[in-house]
């Protein structure tokens, strides 16, 4: 799955919780996602001031649904995951043995996972998060290579509970 896909994928109360993070916590990265979007679909700032924050990242959501803003959905989602999940993240990190710094960045990452050590991964962070996050975690970790590796692929098929849509 591609950024723009899992977004889609996601249910709109995940993808409230989302905006309204990205909103609170990370406010110069969304106003800047917001702008760059609205001046690409050739929408003037002022457009947005008269909207609430709610409606602000409904539309931002809805516009980064397309292929057309695959990069911003990303970025968006990886802004959350590591300021926002850091838990889930490290814990997923932990259970497979994959180095980080302790927030959740990772340097090298591993040519090749288990089935046993995704399973165990998938695990640790079902213990405290809700698996719709899991699921998005896993897909958007997914692309941090250009094939992926298989045995998220794997688990992601076999698993039902950590598959988006």
Do not use: C
Not at 136 to 144: A, G, S
């Amino acid at each position: 799955m591609k950024s723009h896909q899992i977004i889609a994928a996601l249910s709109p109360a995940l993808k409230k919780d989302i905006t309204s993070y990205l909103q609170k916590e990370t406010r110069e990265a969304f106003r800047t996602a917001l702008y760059s979007v609205g001046q690409q679909k050739k929408l003037r700032p002022q457009y947005f001031q008269n909207k609430s924050r709610e409606e602000q990242g409904a539309w931002l959501i809805e516009q980064i649904k397309t292929k057309t803003f695959d990069g911003v959905a990303e970025q968006l989602l990886q802004l959350w995951l590591l300021k926002g999940k850091v838990d889930m993240l490290t814990a997923f990190l932990d259970a497979t043995g994959i180095k980080h710094d302790g927030k959740g960045q990772v340097d090298d990452l591993p040519e090749e996972l288990t089935t046993e050590q995704v399973e165990a991964g998938v695990d640790a962070m079902l213990k405290s998060h809700p698996a719709e996050e899991v699921a998005l975690y896993l897909n958007l970790f997914q692309l941090q290579r250009t094939d992926g590796w298989s045995a998220i692929t794997e688990v992601l098929e076999k698993r039902a509970e950590v598959k988006l849509g």
